[in-house]
Nanobody, 125 residues
């Protein structure tokens, strides 16, 4: 499966952005999907994930209450809605997929097999 993250930009603190991750090659409905981010000089950080079984979404501490992951199977796309953005949310955001058919979400980058090119999000104060 091929992934690509879109929708980043330069926004002011308190704004919202909606990132999308359309897929090609296979139906995303059978993949557990994750969002990660990486700020300059920092390790890649877990933002959130959604299980292919639709049983649960899991979020990192920085995303809880502000970010929401959703799927649109008709468009073969996973989205990350980000509200109340803060300057510390500035990073390159990546979508990723676990191996086909795996339903368990993971916070670890090593658990994800497929990665899209990231999209830059910059939040000014």
């Amino acid at each position: 499966v091929q992934l690509q993250a879109f929708g980043g930009g330069y926004v002011q603190a308190g704004s919202s952005l909606r990132l999308s991750c359309p897929a090609s090659g296979r139906a995303l409905s059978r993949f557990t999907m994750g969002w990660f981010r990486q700020a300059p000089g920092k390790v890649r950080e877990f933002v959130g994930a959604t299980s292919s079984s639709l049983s649960n979404n899991v979020y990192g501490d920085s995303a809880k209450g502000r970010f929401t992951i959703s799927r649109d199977d008709a468009k073969n796309t996973v989205t990350l809605q980000m509200n109340s953005l803060k300057p510390e949310d500035t990073a390159v955001y990546y979508c990723a997929a676990r191996p086909f058919g795996v339903t368990v979400v993971s916070r670890s980058t090593s658990a994800y097999k497929y990665w899209g090119q990231g999209t830059q999000v910059t939040v000014s104060s």
